[in-house]
């Protein structure tokens, strides 16, 4: 399971932090990151993570979310700055996770609301 925490409201320009623990029956987590949606719009890549540590990104974000992880205790943290109204939305951490060296499934975490004033 994804237990996620971080979030809230914060100004235009603020900073965030969330941050992502998986748990349970792990071998090995492939890729780690954040899906978000906002209000009446599908759910978004925002930034994934590799086990190696490449990092994958939407335009919208490069420069100013930062996306790292923890490989020993599978957390994996989301530095948001500059951010503006257009980033709110629920995030909802993901993980890629290997439970054998041939079982593998995609977790979703609960979702925490990241809201933007102007």
């Known amino acids: 399971q994804l237990q996620a925490s971080g979030g809230g409201l914060v100004q235009f320009g603020g900073s965030l932090t969330l941050s992502c623990t998986a748990s349970?029956?792990?071998?090995?987590?492939?890729?780690m990151g954040w899906y978000r949606q906002a209000p009446g719009k599908q759910r978004e890549l925002v930034t994934t993570?590799?086990?190696?540590?490449?990092?994958d990104a939407t335009d919208s974000v490069k420069g100013r979310f930062t996306i790292s992880r923890n490989n020993a205790n599978n957390t994996v943290w989301l530095q948001m700055n500059s951010l503006k109204p257009e980033d709110t939305g629920v995030y909802h951490c993901?993980?890629?996770?290997?439970?054998?060296?041939?079982?593998?499934?995609?977790?979703w975490g609960q979702g925490t609301q990241v809201t933007v004033s102007s």
């Open positions: 349970g029956s792990i071998f090995s987590v492939k890729t």
């Open positions: 993570i590799t086990y190696g540590g490449t990092t």
């Open positions: 993901y993980a890629y996770v290997y439970t054998s060296w041939y079982i593998s499934r995609e977790y």
